[in-house]
């Protein structure tokens, strides 16, 4: 159960886009479209920001998107706000039936 | 609306037992998976453990593997974690957290500190 591979941080200025990869194995990410994303600002619970690869809860805008090829997922973020500013963590379901996260990313706005 | 409320934290010696437990409210509890996922301090996030509405069906991350046990009572809509043989590396924030379907963990419960040390 190793964790999935996020880089540690990412930055641009407001009205800019990002993109956070999130790299797995073909036992996780590559073998299923059971990937969620998560926004997490200091001393709260993570907040669902995509799940199954590439869906929007209700509420969260449409600035955000994910995606998937081979092993590695996607989170993108267009439109760079002030408010974007957190970390980020993935997930993924794995071939023994459990979940594993990525080590999360800390997205910086310039 | 719903809601999931976690207690059962504390400070507690390496070796010993603690039962966390995570109350839940709003939703028909006992058609949801539930897992718990901790977040040591100043760390990422860790899935702990998931047990889905057939409570036989039950997964843990190796890490807690035959230290922890997760399981509900769907008449109380409550979901419990009960951690023995504790060590200084559980210390950790404990979320407990709804699987709508296929990992969408939709809610979150606010946590509770569980501090391992002698």
Redesign the interface.
């Known amino acids: ?1 190793s ?1 999935l591979t996020q880089p540690a941080s990412v930055s641009g200025s407001p009205g800019q886009s990002i993109t956070i990869s999130c790299t797995g194995t073909s036992s996780d990410i590559g073998g299923y479209n ?3 994303w ?1 926004q ?1 600002h200091p001393g709260k ?4 920001i995509i ?2 690869v590439n869906n929007r ?1 209700s509420g969260v805008p449409d600035r955000f998107s994910g995606s998937k090829s081979g092993n590695t997922a996607s989170l993108t973020i267009s439109g760079l706000q002030a408010e974007d500013e957190s ?1 980020y ?1 993935c ?3 794995t071939s ?9 990313t800390k997205l910086t706005v310039l | 609306q719903v809601q999931l409320v976690e207690s059962g934290g504390g400070v507690v010696q390496p070796g010993t037992s603690l039962r966390l437990s995570c109350a839940a409210s709003g939703f028909a509890f006992s058609s949801y998976g539930m897992h718990w996922v901790r977040q040591a301090p100043g760390r990422g996030l860790e899935w702990v453990a998931v047990i889905w509405h057939d409570v036989n069906a039950k997964y843990y991350a190796d890490s807690v593997k035959g230290r922890f046990t997760i399981s509900r009572d769907n008449s109380k809509n409550t979901v419990y974690l009960q951690m023995n043989s504790l060590r200084a590396e559980d210390t950790a924030v404990y979320y407990c957290a709804r699987d709508y379907r296929n990992g969408r963990n939709d809610y979150w419960g606010q946590g509770t500190l569980v501090t391992v040390s002698s």
């Open positions: 159960q964790a059971y990937v969620s998560f997490q619970a993570p907040k669902l799940y199954e809860p970390d963590y997930s993924s379901f023994s039936s459990t979940w594993v996260f990525g080590g999360g």
